[in-house]
């Protein structure tokens, strides 16, 4: 069965560095993948959807990426803020027209 | 516009018994799910609906059952309530095939089965 895989549970970085999350998936290959924004006691709000035939997607200070040889996306933020603090899930589409499979998402701490 | 709203937020439930939780969107949306999201889990897949009168199993569909009869809202069942069902449950929508459309969720509801 598909297997969604974020690098890790939590990732703590200095404010205005660049964050990088990871999402792994294995045994299918998706023609679409979104990254979605949680905040705590909140549900998840959708932040970028990139197709398996883009590269890169950009969105302020947000960029995706989308190898589908490596089978992997990054999820960039650019100069980060303490406000960037959340947890972010990765969610590729299912295979065949399935619905999203959400990964257990990264937790960023943006420290001042 | 509302977007998507639950009823109730909280519930405390004791072992076997019922409840109905109700999703509403105002957005015309044809699909909508049902998710549960645990601990060191992720949001999961319960039931799904592709338009009015039509559900799907998801990822983790026992236990529960669901309906569609209006297009606007989506409910979730628990028929007799497990403690393993304590969970945080979202209800999300979108305006077609969820892989290339974005899904809005509601707020969420905290259920604890004792």
């Known amino acids: 069965s598909q297997k969604i895989e974020q690098n890790s549970e939590a990732l703590n970085i200095q404010e205005g560095k660049t964050a990088t999350l990871t999402c792994n998936y294995t045994?299918?290959?998706?023609?679409?993948l979104q990254w979605y924004r949680q905040d705590p006691g909140r549900g998840p709000v959708f932040l970028l959807l990139?197709?398996?035939?883009?590269k890169e997607k950009r969105k302020e200070r947000l960029k995706v990426t989308f190898d589908t040889t490596l089978k992997q996306s990054l999820f960039h933020i650019t100069a980060s803020q303490p406000a960037d603090s959340a947890t972010y899930l990765c969610?590729?589409?299912?295979?065949?027209?399935?619905?999203?499979?959400f990964g257990k998402g990264t937790r960023l701490s943006v420290i001042a | 516009n509302a977007g998507v709203t639950q009823t109730p937020k909280f519930r405390v439930l004791k072992t076997g018994q019922s409840m109905t939780l109700l999703c509403a969107q105002d957005?015309?949306?044809?699909?909508m799910y049902w998710y549960r999201q645990d601990p060191g889990m992720g949001l999961r897949l319960i039931h799904y609906?592709?338009?009015?009168?039509?559900?799907a199993k998801g990822e983790v569909p026992d236990g529960y059952n669901v309906s569609r009869l209006k297009k606007q809202n989506f409910l979730l069942g628990l028929e007799s309530a497990a403690p393993s069902q304590t969970s945080v449950y979202f209800c999300?929508?979108?305006?077609?095939?969820?892989?290339?459309?974005?899904?809005?969720f509601g707020p969420g509801t905290r259920l604890t089965v004792l």
């Open positions: 990139i197709r398996e035939n883009e």
């Open positions: 999300a929508s979108s305006r077609g095939t969820s892989g290339m459309n974005e899904q809005f």
């Open positions: 969610a590729p589409r299912g295979p065949g027209n399935t619905p999203l499979v």
């Open positions: 045994n299918y290959s998706p023609a679409y």
């Open positions: 609906s592709v338009g009015e009168g039509t559900t």
């Open positions: 957005m015309n949306h044809e699909y």
